[in-house]
């Protein structure tokens, strides 16, 4: 589903100890209180922290239930709803085509070029893409790309950090 | 100091102060055992892992000292599963050592391996799973402090069996004393910010109908007496709670008791035509609020809670504080200082008029007739110590227990509100007399709770932790017979209990209690009296009750408060009172 097409979504930036088990605690907290994950992007920051990217459906729950649940865990060191405007957030898709003639592999570099995307690696008809983006353009991308006979895709989800006041 | 794992646990367990751990041994956890031979603490050895839980957490609400329970790994894990989600739901400070598979064999399905941390994650605070024994002084104390810090809950930690093992090299460790606490993610917010305080006394000085709802939390944050004061301050009534008996003494004129879908006529109808609810360590839990959208409908809602999480949970707050409720009551009364609130008289005689008409109130037993077991309760009550410590399990016998004992004292009353477990009484009596040998701890039983955890009897038997039970035999599932009358057209589907086994005489006093049956209404004071005199082991008193006996008032599952149903003969008796008037 289109990310456009969804209901209302928030984006939370989840600071948490790097300690065995927090990603089964928070992914075990939504579950049980039925707040629905949009998308959960999670690695490292440093030694001791973690951040954990989460887009979490509006409808499921208030989010302020959402947040004050997450923050009852005692690994979770940070919770900050971010706001589209001033905090900096990304999503990558890797993308596999089969464009099935090669004077289409033409065509597919430049849409690719147009969205600043990148061309990994082509053998014959078959192409891999990367494209980091705003998860909208990224939405718009896959749109175009889909005639071209996508066979395998993956998104990150978003990331995101807290921005510039 | 050079030790190994498993005494590093027991020392760090005297370090925390433990007196008394409940518990049963097993593979995963034997090495921890031998240390309990040396240890300076008492060992209560259990006859079912589930009974520790309970014992556990009984210690810790009658003590206020956190309670901890040790068992193996796998099967005994999951068996305090039930005591960790009671524990946690009633937010029963509590720690649990479990053993667990050595740390290699994690994950390949070894002998007496589950999953104990993911199994517990969702019903406990936190939970640990311990790699390095050099961590155990460390842990132990964050999980004490995590227990009973904030609103207190279970905490778990696991222990791999390679780390506590004098005979395996993964075991030796330096014990280091911990350093204090400092978790970046946890840090309780005690104090209420000073401009909710204002507005919430503002609403309070001129509520005409107010109402002081105190949960549990009181207890918790051992407010009792703030709670009081604040009442008498302002000369607002109060209900209280299942989870908050005695926290404000029954005497007292301004306590109406309690509310809920078993709550007195007076304490259900005063929150619902009140026009604010000071909602104090309470979590407006579906049995207490009846059907939502018809809850207190006139009513602005002060709510306090230590989390944050309860407040606008269910019913959105007028005033939401954030904040210990003993800090901030104490805040509430400076800022009253010398203002009073509006006159209440009106509101008070409202209540009163009320508490005329539909005091709690059953209908005696015909000449000849069964054991009433309303009356039992108050025989029992009016033939005990006034600080009698009563545990109770769950169903009829639970609802009447709470409704007609006075309780007079806070922490003298036991139960499981949250996750409801029956087999809860016992146990935890036990946990309780454990922790205050002086004091006469009464488990009021049903005879299906009964049967659930009376080995543990066995336990108080044999350690000398001399409980009373009151096992009040109406041979029913009781409370889901009644339903099934109400709601089900009579029909009975397997509640049915009336035996003719167990014979509940032979069976207590093969698990070494004194028993004795009652069946006619003229021998209860005498074996009530006979069951408070024996202070050398376990006494059961099996009281045979009238079995078809409904606990009211009664809110049904689903509809509104102002849907509560009084007895039959009591409607009869208010219809004939309004016609006189
Ligand atoms: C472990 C557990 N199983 C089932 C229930 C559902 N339940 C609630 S009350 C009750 C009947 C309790 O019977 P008894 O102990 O005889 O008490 P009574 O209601 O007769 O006083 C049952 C089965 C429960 N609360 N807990
Ligand atoms: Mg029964």
């Known amino acids: ?165 | 100091m050079q030790m190994d794992g498993g005494q590093a646990l027991l020392k760090a367990l005297e370090y925390e102060g433990v007196e008394v751990v409940f518990g049963y041994p097993g593979g995963a956890i034997l090495p921890v055992y031998d240390s309990v031979l040396d240890a300076g603490l008492r060992h209560v050895l259990v006859r079912h892992e589930q009974g520790a839980g309970h014992m556990a957490s009984g210690y810790a609400h009658a003590t206020g000292k956190p309670g901890v329970v040790m068992v193996t790994s796998g099967p005994a894990a999951t068996n305090i599963v039930t005591p960790l989600a009671d524990a946690y739901l009633d937010s029963v400070p509590m720690v649990a050592i479990t053993g667990q598979v050595p740390y290699g064999l994690i994950g390949t399905d070894a002998f007496q391996e589950t999953d104990t941390t993911g199994i517990t994650m969702s019903i406990t605070k936190h939970n640990y799973l311990v790699s390095d024994p050099n961590d155990i002084p460390q842990i132990v104390h964050e999980a004490f402090h995590i227990a009973t810090h904030g609103r207190p809950g279970p905490v778990l930690i696991d222990l791999p069996k390679n780390i506590t093992d004098a005979m395996n090299p993964d075991s030796a460790m330096t014990w280091k004393d911990p350093i204090p606490v400092d978790l970046p993610g946890f840090k309780p917010v005690l104090d209420g910010k000073p401009e909710d305080i204002t507005a919430a006394v503002e609403l309070m000085l001129q509520a005409n109908r107010p109402v002081i709802y105190a949960g549990g939390g009181i207890l918790k944050s051992r407010a009792a007496a703030e709670l009081r004061a604040l009442a008498e301050k302002l000369n607002i009534p109060v209900v209280t709670t299942l989870m908050a008996r005695g926290a404000l003494p029954d005497s007292h004129e301004l306590n109406l008791g309690m509310p809920g879908m078993h709550g007195n006529y007076t304490a259900v109808m005063a929150m619902q035509e009140s026009d604010l609810l000071i909602a104090l360590g309470s979590r407006f839990d579906d049995r207490v609020t009846g059907r939502l959208d018809g809850f207190a409908p006139d009513a602005k809602v002060v709510h306090v809670d230590i989390d944050p999480a309860e407040l606008n949970k269910i019913r959105a707050a007028d005033v939401a504080i954030r904040g210990d409720a003993k800090n901030v009551i104490t805040a509430m009364l400076d800022e009253i200082g010398s203002a009073t609130s509006v006159d209440h008289t009106e509101w008070r005689s409202k209540l009163s008029g009320w508490q005329e008409v539909y005091p709690l109130a059953y209908e005696p037993a015909e000449p000849g007739g069964k054991l009433k077991p309303q009356m039992v309760l108050e025989r029992l009550r009016d033939g005990s110590p006034e600080d009698t410590i009563v545990a109770s399990g769950v169903g009829q016998h639970q609802m009447w227990a709470s409704q007609y004992w006075k309780f007079d004292h806070a922490y003298t009353w036991l139960n499981s509100g949250g996750l409801g477990t029956m087999g809860y009484s016992i146990p935890a009596a036990i946990g309780a007399k454990a922790g205050m040998p002086d004091r006469t701890v009464w488990a009021v039983d049903g005879d299906g709770c009964f049967q659930m955890t009376c080995q543990e009897l066995i336990t108080a038997a044999v350690e000398k932790i001399p409980i009373k039970v009151a096992l009040l035999n109406n041979s029913y599932l009781g409370m889901v017979r009644q339903w099934q009358e109400m709601f089900y057209d009579n029909r009975y589907s397997e509640v049915d209990l009336s035996g003719p086994v167990p014979d509940y005489i032979k069976l207590s006093e093969a698990m070494g209690c004194v028993a004795i049956r009652v069946e006619d209404p003229d021998e209860v004071e005498a074996a009530i009296e006979k069951a408070n005199s024996i202070n050398d082991r376990p006494v059961v008193v099996e009281f045979v009750t009238e079995s078809e006996e409904n606990v009211y008032p009664m809110v049904p599952g689903g509809k509104s408060n102002s849907e509560v149903v009084v007895p039959p003969f009591q409607e009869k008796m208010a219809a004939r009172l309004e016609d006189e008037r």
């Open chain 1, 1 to 165: 589903m289109k990310r456009s097409q969804l209901a209302e979504t928030h984006t939370l930036a989840v600071l948490v100890e790097n300690k065995a088990g927090v990603l089964a605690r928070v992914a075990g907290l939504f579950a049980r209180r039925g707040f629905n994950i949009e998308s959960l992007a999670v690695a490292p920051t440093n030694e001791t922290l973690s951040r954990i990217t989460i887009v979490v459906d509006a409808e499921s729950a208030p989010i302020d239930q959402i947040k004050k649940q997450l923050d009852k865990l005692i690994n979770v060191v940070d919770i900050q709803e971010l706001d589209g405007e001033h905090s900096a957030l990304r999503e990558m898709v890797l993308v596999r085509l089969d464009v099935e003639d090669e004077s289409r592999v033409a065509e597919v570099e430049e849409l690719v070029a147009g969205f600043s995307g990148s061309v990994i690696r082509v053998g014959g008809t078959q192409m891999m893409i990367s494209l980091s983006s705003r998860p909208n353009d990224l939405d718009d991308f896959l749109g175009k790309l889909q005639p071209f006979g996508v066979q395998e895709l993956q998104r990150t989800g978003a990331i995101a950090i807290p921005g510039i006041e």
